[in-house]
């Protein structure tokens, strides 16, 4: 009802309107904000008129904001593969309450209801797949920013070093201060930072002002990034994040999509700098036909073994870590007959 009340009233009502309509804080929806409903008795045709809908008004979705992250989760129902990081600022305990499964719950801001894997963004881009082979149309191809949700009218204070202001914009256990939207725009106005969201060429950070960069294409030489011109390049032989991958052409050294990713650490202050890196990963996931899930981290640059911590008394960084880290990569087990 919502989607169609925006595209009535503002994209064939007004001229000049346009619109988007961006999910909030998935991991407290039991369930129930990516769990694949239709009108009953409704056809695939007319679902697929749906999911069309929903891919059009919600072109990214939030996935990290101060009532915690809502990228992905440990231990949920039938997803396979580990990623020692699904454990990041999570708002509810993993014994708080039972798993949904296959159902759906109420209340969980008030510590009730279950939790899903259909509360994480990165099984919603599984479901998304699931659902593109069973009615052709993927209603959940977003992108991923963040934000703070502080109602502070503060949107860019993530600092969490400025501990005299800390207490007041967090309420108490479980909360954090919240993530930053980074958005690829031509230019700083409304209309550019708009179609950027539109487009999906943006991503989130948990507080950091990372500048990160991913392109994907077929024919991206090895060593792009020690090319002054990668950005460019990038665009020219491929498209930027939050796209999709361009037909693949027909020559026999085409039969594996390249992947071009790099990072640069946020620098901070001369008071306060900013944390190195320690590694870039890429995930990659997929669906069976039972429904099972599953997610396979890679780590594409930098070290996992390096020795990089942080002091939990303190919050000082231990370790070697990298300004800046870039790799050029190409999934040896790549399949194409599978999304």
């Not at 279950?114 to 009615?135: H, P, T, V």
């Not at 800390?166 to 930053?180: E, M, Q, S, W």
């Not at 792009?224 to 930027?240: T, W």
Request: aromatic share 8%; charged share 25%.
């Amino acid at each position: 009802g919502l989607w169609q009340a925006l595209e009535r009233s503002c994209l064939d009502g007004v001229p000049g309107c346009d619109v988007l309509a961006i999910p909030h804080n998935p991991n407290l929806s039991n369930g129930r904000l990516f769990t694949i409903e239709y009108p009953e008795g409704s056809t695939r045709e007319e679902q697929a008129g749906y999911a069309a809908l929903r891919g059009r008004m919600e072109p990214v979705v939030e996935m990290m904001q101060i009532k915690g992250e809502s990228e992905c989760r440990s231990g949920m129902w039938k997803v396979l593969g580990a990623d020692e990081d699904c454990g990041f600022e999570k708002f509810r305990d993993l014994h708080q309450v039972e798993d949904c499964q296959d159902g759906m719950g109420w209340g969980a801001l008030g510590g009730r209801g279950c939790r899903s894997r259909m509360d994480f963004a990165r099984y919603a881009l599984i479901e998304g797949l699931r659902e593109a082979d069973r009615i052709g149309v993927n209603p959940y191809a977003f992108g991923l920013i963040a934000a703070t949700d502080t109602h502070t009218g503060t949107p860019g204070a993530v600092d969490e070093w400025e501990t005299s202001t800390f207490d007041a914009r967090v309420p108490g256990p479980g909360y954090n201060l919240g993530g930053l939207a980074a958005v690829w725009a031509e230019e700083n106005t409304r209309e550019s930072l708009f179609r950027a969201l539109r487009r999906r060429e943006v991503y989130g950070t948990s507080g950091p002002r990372m500048t990160v960069r991913f392109f994907g294409g077929w024919d991206y030489p090895e060593d792009l990034c020690a090319s002054a011109d990668l950005v460019a390049e990038g665009y020219a032989r491929g498209v930027p994040m939050g796209s999709d991958l361009p037909v693949r052409p027909a020559q026999a050294d085409a039969s594996t999509p390249v992947f071009v990713v790099s990072a640069m650490q946020d620098p901070g202050t001369a008071e306060h700098p900013g944390g190195l890196l320690q590694r870039l990963q890429i995930v990659k996931g997929w669906a069976d036909a039972d429904g099972t899930f599953h997610q396979q981290v890679v780590d594409v640059a930098g070290r996992a073994d390096a020795g990089a911590g942080v002091d939990a008394d303190t919050c000082e960084p231990t370790g070697p870590g990298e300004r800046a880290l870039c790799a050029v990569w190409r999934d040896p087990d790549f399949d194409p007959a599978r999304r």
